[in-house]
Every structure is written in structure tokens, then in C-alpha cells.
């Protein structure tokens, strides 16, 4: 039986805590009020704090820390810069988009020194990123992604051909791939609980089943009281359309995932996967798995990727027909898992904007500073997002600061139906470019490339 929702596999394994911390009591002020208990919250407030103990630094949590994508993502820390390189050259210039880069993968590192530092045991283990190609037009675009790579610098992609793949991990029918050291499996719930004690223990205070209705300047207005300070830091990412005047900032896209039961060993004899590398692949609507701790298999994908009205779920529960599609993906990459049992399912929402390109920002005349908008990338972002709010906050002029991502903007979203509209063809169109590639098209669907154009991607 599979066990549907309860936010995600990594929060019961943990003991799905709820809140265990106390609600605002009312009204108070405080030098730093953030809204949002994920990982884009609690960096900015462990960094605001290690850097200046004396600060007041106030975390106001709808329900508890990490209840959102940050405790049921794929456990992916990763070198993407969310919306791409190129964007960042047109804008900016070649030299600020290496070095937005090279700050994504000095952020991988990063993490996993202060997991070190803090003691947080969050299964960490840095094999790298790979992705498979299982078709030939994958494979088409495996390659000119490797290509593409080589012309910059500090990105380390090397393209593996069938059989070093295989060699690596034995996804069924993989044709070859592509491969980068810039990432690491970690297990979220535990990265996301240890981070907020550690916050804790610096002296910031946190309060759970608080949700704020409104952010204006000095303020955070919830229904228990309303938090005063010089900066208030929306941080909310999936959740920020349900804020007041934010509905059509971020787009809440819905993303899925499974987990097997533990895999016996001599499943995994057939499979692989020693290196615990994390695996991705070429699709359009592309698939993100981890070889867990505990030698589960976590697997990912899109289900229904938008509610109407950007509503969000409340609990992770997934549909029955997202599960089967998924298990079936599954069992197609793994064979040997024919018989090995799916226990877990759960879904979370990440933000999308209309660019599709993440962004960190502070407006110094009202005081108002907000990150996000990740795109599914937001494990490892989220810790720039917050050493970057945290020197803008600090007034401090620093490589960060000066990063292309610092004060990007994007229109809004369309109003609904249009909205709606928009993302159903989207992902019809990607998926029906999957279909027809699975069927031997050699290059790349020109439907993926609609998809692209009415994303804006």
C-alpha cells in the first residue's frame, strides 16, 4: 500500500513534526521580519545572524519549518543557474555570467561546509549530477548541452557514451549522458530541521502556524499581530501567490515524487548506482531520482503541474493517476524493479516566474526584499538567495551583491483563464514532443520548441 501525502516520505521519516514552536503572540517589532520558514527564510536569517548577533531577526512560518518544497524536494543540491548563463550575458555581460556560475558552485560547497560546521547529519553525499539520454534526440541534445558547456568555464560537463553510462548506472535503454561534479544527494527534512536549529541557537526566533496575509513596508501582517521592522523579506516561493497583492508574481507549479521501499542488494547488484551520483534526464518533461540513504529509490516528476486560481495542496497528497504514470516511468528506467514495491507519494509546489529565471532582490526605499522563484533548483539557490539578502540587509557591497541575479525583474503572470491556459500547453506540448521522439524522431520536436515560445522559457 502506498502511503499518500503527509507532506513527503523525508518528513515521516523524521516524524512529520508539525509545529512544534510557538505561534506570534501578537504584536512586536523586530530589525528583520522573514516570511517563510524554507530554506530561502532560515539561510537569510542564519546569515543575517552569524553575521551581526545583536540583530532581532523574526521568522514567520504559515505551518512549520520546511513544510513546503523545502522538506519535499528530490534532495538535489545543484550548480543550475535558474533561466540560464545566456540570459545573464545579454544582460550583464560574459564575465558576470561566469561568475553567477562560479557562485552556483561555490554554493554547493558551501552547504555542505555548514552542515559540517553545524553538525547536521542530512545523508549528504556529493557524486555529482547525471543525466541520461533515452532516446536519440535526448541524445542529440545531450550532446550539444555537453558542447554548449565546454565553450564555459568552471562548468565540468564531460558527455558519457552508452556503455560508460551503464557502467555508471543501469537505466534501461540509456544511449549515453552527460555529467558534472557541482552536485549533491542530501536528504531535505533533515538538511531543513538542522538548519533551522542552528538558526535557533544564533538567536533567531521562529513562529510556526503564523500565516501572513499581508507584507507592506515595516510591516508583516498576520492574524495574531503584526510584526514591525526596518526589513521585511518575503520568502515564500510556491506560496507567494496566497499573499495579498502577489497572486500573479510566481506561478505555483506542482511537482511529484515516489519512493520504493528499500531495494535489496541484489537488485541493486543489477542496477548500480554506486556512485549515488543524482540522475535526471532529457525529456521534455524530464524526471529527477536519488539513490537514498537508506537504498530507496526517490523518484520525481511532473503530474498535474498547475491548479486553477494557482491553488496549492495542503498535505502532499498526489493523484492515483500521477503515482501509476510515475511508477510506470520508474520500472521503465529500472526493469529489475518490477517487483520491488512503491511506499511513498507526495507532491509540493515550486515557483515559477514568467521568465522562468530566479531572482533576489531589496528595495532600499521601502525596506522590502524577497528571493525565489526557482524553478525547481531552489535546494542549492536558496542559500545564495540568502548570503545575498543578507549582505544587501548589511548594506555590505559584496561579490554577491554585485551577482547579474541581484534586482532581476519579470512581468507578472497572466490573469486566469489565461493562465491556466498557458501552462496545459505547455506541458501538452512537451509531452506530446516525448511521445514523438519515444517513437524515433532523431531531433528535437518542433513542439518542444512551441512550449518554449509560450513559456517564455
Not at 507532506?7 to 504584536?27: I, K, N
Not at 559584496?398 to 541575479?405: A, S
Request: glycine fraction near 12%; charged fraction near 20%.
Amino acid at each position: 500500500m502506498v502511503i499518500n501525502g503527509g507532506v513527503s516520505l523525508w518528513w515521516q521519516q523524521l516524524g512529520s513534526p508539525g509545529a512544534t514552536r510557538p505561534p506570534l503572540p501578537g504584536s512586536t517589532d523586530a530589525d528583520v521580519c522573514i516570511v517563510g520558514g524554507g530554506f530561502t527564510g532560515l539561510w537569510t536569517a542564519y546569515y543575517l545572524q552569524r553575521a551581526q548577533p545583536d540583530l532581532r531577526v523574526v521568522v514567520l512560518e504559515s505551518r512549520f519549518v520546511g513544510f513546503g518544497a523545502s522538506g519535499r524536494n528530490g534532495g538535489w543540491v545543484t550548480n543550475t543557474v535558474t533561466g540560464g548563463r545566456e540570459r545573464y550575458e545579454r544582460t550583464h555581460g560574459r564575465a558576470a555570467a561566469i561568475e553567477q556560475q562560479r557562485a552556483m558552485n561555490a554554493t554547493v560547497d558551501e552547504i555542505i561546509a555548514v552542515a559540517q560546521r553545524e553538525g547536521i547529519d542530512a545523508d549528504i553525499h556529493k557524486g555529482g549530477e547525471l543525466t541520461v539520454a533515452r532516446t536519440a534526440a535526448q541524445l542529440e541534445r545531450a550532446r550539444a548541452w555537453a558542447s554548449s558547456e565546454a565553450a564555459w568555464p568552471a562548468t565540468d560537463v564531460r558527455l558519457m557514451e552508452a556503455e560508460e553510462t551503464a557502467a555508471r548506472v543501469g537505466v534501461a535503454g540509456a544511449l549515453g549522458a552527460a555529467w558534472h561534479p557541482h552536485c549533491a544527494r542530501i536528504h531535505p527534512a533533515k538538511l531543513v530541521a538542522g538548519l533551522a536549529a542552528a538558526a535557533e541557537r544564533l538567536g533567531v526566533v521562529i513562529h510556526e502556524e503564523t500565516t501572513v496575509d499581508e507584507i507592506l513596508p515595516g510591516q508583516a501582517r498576520t492574524a495574531r499581530g503584526t510584526v514591525r521592522a526596518e526589513h521585511v523579506i518575503r520568502a515564500t516561493e510556491g506560496f507567494t501567490a496566497r499573499i495579498r497583492g502577489e497572486h500573479r508574481t510566481w506561478l505555483p507549479m506542482n511537482s511529484s515524487m515516489i519512493a520504493t521501499a528499500p531495494i535489496p542488494p541484489e537488485v541493486w547488484d543489477r542496477i548500480g548506482w554506486q556512485g549515488r551520483e543524482t540522475l535526471g534526464d532529457l525529456a521534455h518533461v524530464y524526471v529527477y531520482a536519488q539513490r537514498t540513504a537508506d537504498d530507496r529509490i526517490a523518484f520525481g516528476g511532473r503530474g498535474v503541474p498547475y491548479r486553477y486560481g494557482s491553488r496549492v495542496d495542503a498535505d502532499g497528497r498526489t493523484h492515483d493517476r500521477t503515482i501509476e504514470s510515475l511508477t510506470r516511468l520508474l520500472r521503465q528506467f529500472f526493469p529489475p524493479l518490477a517487483d520491488v514495491p512503491v511506499s511513498h507519494a507526495w507532491s509540493g509546489v515550486l515557483g515559477v516566474p514568467r521568465d522562468w529565471s530566479s531572482t533576489v532582490s531589496l528595495d532600499r526605499a521601502t525596506g522590502l526584499g524577497w528571493a525565489g522563484g526557482y524553478v525547481g533548483t531552489g535546494v542549492a539557490t536558496s542559500n545564495l538567495a540568502g548570503r545575498t539578502l543578507a549582505d544587501l540587509v548589511l548594506r555590505r557591497d559584496t561579490d554577491l551583491t554585485r551577482l547579474p541575479w541581484v534586482g532581476h525583474r519579470t512581468r507578472r503572470w497572466e490573469v486566469e483563464p489565461l493562465r491556466w491556459l498557458a501552462v496545459q500547453a505547455i506541458y501538452g506540448a512537451d509531452r506530446a514532443a516525448d511521445r514523438s521522439e519515444g517513437r524515433g524522431r532523431a531531433t528535437t520536436s518542433a513542439l518542444a520548441k512551441v512550449a518554449d515560445l509560450i513559456s517564455g522559457h
